[in-house]
């Protein structure tokens, strides 16, 4: 089915303090890719090609869906719903910065239904890095994920863990050169977008927690599980944004809001990140409660927090995307520290940066970024 976008989210939601924000203060969160590769090493981008014959790499795909991101993060809009709402549209002021891709080899975490294992096996800076799992599922081509702020199968003790799994992006990358001749990408970043959502604490504003729909106690022809009984309250717990009685009691149970797309074109349609619609607007309040979580209990997955600490290395390179420090000490090990073979390594240095012995090839770069640590 093309381009159709199903997220299916099964979200268990870690625990952040409400509190004081500052959500004027940008914040940066680390993410990382993970390819899931069959063992023969198909089914999947790789270091070097699409995995379908062009020069357009895993390390490609991860930097365009993470800049496209933080486009999205750029924009807001004015939410649709409640109708006629005059809620502020205020800036997101929170982005994604892109610490690392891996690729793994391995039938046994190659499906999507593996994921789990996949991040439990595979994941990387756990704690610190949000970890991304792109896999694949046999049968569909829809894109979709889900976001997992706990549940893994062999927890590491004092670890918050965060991660997201997402399903058929290759396929979906593949059928838009098979029917554009380009490749958009908008579509799947969104559904990222929203993962990362859930992951900074939302929920889905018209249904709650596991995906079943808030039941409204409308006969909506189809989706039976929405008819009854009405609980009024049923949401994300945030209060500017409507709930699913909200919504189907102003229009006389004649659509349910947070239905998949159901109500795309309605009136009632939502355009808020955090339902199924897939746009981007986010309320005031769910701005706040990201920022809130970002300075409490996700502060470890800042960029502001990464640059604390001093650094040294050897060697800068993949799969290490982006390096984080407050004095850095680059290539001071006798041997030669290079960046080749189209590398694009970026540096945050909150305090000092020296670089010794180091090469960098003309078709690969470096960036040196200051960033202050956190203010908050
Ligand atoms: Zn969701």
């Not at 993970?34 to 062009?54: A, P, Q, W, Y």
């Not at 579509?187 to 929920?203: D, P």
């Not at 990464?306 to 680059?330: E, H, M, Q, R």
Request: glycine letters at 10%; charged letters at 15%.
């Amino acid at each position: 089915m093309k381009n159709y976008l199903i997220k299916i989210c099964f979200v268990l939601l870690g625990l952040n303090l409400y509190g004081q924000s500052s959500i004027n203060v940008g914040k940066t969160i680390r993410v990382n890719y993970h390819f899931m590769l069959k063992s023969d090493g198909t089914g999947n981008f790789n270091e070097v090609t699409d995995g379908d014959g062009r020069l357009f790499s895993g390390y490609d795909w991860a930097q365009k869906q993470v800049l496209q991101m933080n486009q999205q993060s750029d924009q807001n809009i004015q939410m649709k719903i409640p109708l006629g709402n005059t809620l502020p549209v205020l800036n997101k002021n929170y982005n994604y910065v892109l610490d690392a891709v891996y690729f793994w080899r391995d039938d046994n975490t190659f499906y999507y239904s593996q994921a789990e294992n996949a991040y439990t096996i595979y994941g990387q800076n756990k704690g610190s890095v949000m970890n991304v799992i792109i896999a694949e599922t046999t049968g569909s081509t829809g894109v979709g994920g889900a976001a997992n702020s706990t549940a893994i199968a062999i927890p590491i003790t004092g670890v918050l863990h965060k991660y997201i799994k997402m399903q058929n992006e290759w396929d979906a990358y593949l059928d838009q050169w098979n029917t554009l001749g380009y490749f958009l990408g908008w579509a799947q970043a969104l559904t990222t977008s929203h993962e990362f959502g859930h992951l900074l604490g939302l929920n889905h504003t018209v249904l709650y927690g596991n995906g079943v729909a808030c039941p409204v106690g409308c006969p909506l022809p189809g989706y039976t599980y929405v008819q009854g009984p009405i609980v009024s309250s049923c949401g994300d717990n945030i209060v500017d944004t409507p709930t699913a009685w909200d919504i189907t009691s102003s229009n006389n149970c004649t659509e349910h809001p947070g239905i998949f797309n159901a109500a795309t074109n309605g009136l009632y349609f939502s355009n808020n990140l955090m339902d199924y619609s897939n746009n981007l607007g986010l309320s005031p309040n769910q701005i706040e409660y990201i920022h809130n979580g970002l300075e409490l209990g996700n502060r470890a997955f800042t960029s502001c927090n990464a640059v604390a600490n001093d650094l040294t290395l050897c060697d800068v390179g993949y799969p290490k995307v982006s390096y984080f420090g407050k004095n850095i000490l680059v290539g001071n090990c006798g041997t030669l520290a290079d960046i080749t073979n189209r590398e694009i390594i970026n540096i945050y240095y909150s305090q000092s940066v020296v670089l010794n012995n180091i090469e960098i090839r003309a078709d690969s770069q470096l960036e040196i970024i200051f960033e202050p640590v956190c203010s908050f």
